[in-house]
């Protein structure tokens, strides 16, 4: 049986619908039930999505390097993200996710959308992180994992990149 466990993002409670003898969200906190849940043998933890909660794709990548084996199943609900994007995002980056997603709270913190979910945060990741030297080249490197945009779209992008390579 694989039982998983529940990473309290809004905060934690004695006593379910009320914050008598609450604990309010904390980093540290949720390590803390992160490490537990691990060394407890639990095979993963829910990270929950809603208005009230941090963002858990957030929460789950801060969170991967402090557990052995423990599995993140981040509840995305699709009025809040879309489901492709997050599928993209964890596969083309994996573990360096946390790293990209750092100082980002929600959606509207990834930055501009160009496309074929393509947004500034990985834009600038692909600049300043991997090298990425042209539009071109970004462009190039997303048609690898089947991320193609159409012609307005890279145009766009392309401005974009020329403007944010000027301000740098």
Same mark, same amino acid.
């Given at each position: 049986? @694989?039982?998983?466990? *529940?990473?309290?993002?809004?905060? =934690?409670?004695?006593?379910? #619908?009320?914050?008598?003898? $609450?604990?309010?969200?904390?980093?540290?906190?949720?390590? @803390? &039930?992160?490490?537990?849940?691990?060394?407890?043998?639990?095979? $993963?933890?829910?990270?929950?999505?809603?208005?009230?909660?941090? =963002?858990?794709?957030? &929460?789950?990548?801060?969170?991967? #390097? *402090?557990?052995?084996?423990?599995?993140?199943?981040?509840?995305? !609900?699709?009025?809040?993200?879309?489901?492709?994007?997050?599928?993209?995002?964890?596969?083309?980056?994996?573990?360096?996710?946390?790293?990209?997603?750092?100082?980002?709270?929600?959606?509207?913190?990834?930055?501009?959308? *160009? $496309?074929? $979910?393509?947004?500034?945060?990985?834009? /600038?990741?692909? /600049?300043?992180?991997?090298?990425?030297?042209?539009?071109?080249?970004?462009?190039?490197? !997303?048609?690898?994992?089947?991320?193609?945009?159409? =012609?307005? @779209?890279?145009?766009?992008?392309?401005? *974009?990149?020329?403007?944010?390579?000027?301000?740098?």
């Amino acid at each position: 049986m @694989q039982i998983f466990w *529940f990473i309290p993002t809004h905060g =934690d409670s004695r006593y379910l #619908g009320t914050a008598r003898g $609450g604990r309010p969200v904390h980093h540290d906190y949720v390590k @803390q &039930v992160a490490i537990a849940a691990d060394s407890l043998g639990y095979e $993963g933890v829910l990270i929950p999505t809603g208005r009230s909660c941090e =963002d858990p794709w957030v &929460v789950a990548s801060s969170l991967i #390097g *402090f557990t052995r084996r423990l599995k993140f199943l981040v509840a995305v !609900r699709p009025g809040l993200h879309q489901p492709s994007l997050a599928a993209r995002m964890a596969a083309s980056y994996g573990l360096l996710l946390h790293e990209m997603l750092a100082e980002v709270a929600d959606e509207a913190g990834m930055g501009q959308h *160009f $496309g074929a $979910g393509f947004t500034e945060i990985e834009a /600038r990741w692909m /600049r300043d992180r991997a090298w990425a030297r042209t539009p071109a080249d970004c462009l190039m490197r !997303r048609s690898k994992i089947c991320q193609h945009m159409a =012609d307005k @779209q890279e145009d766009a992008f392309t401005i *974009f990149w020329e403007n944010s390579v000027k301000t740098r």
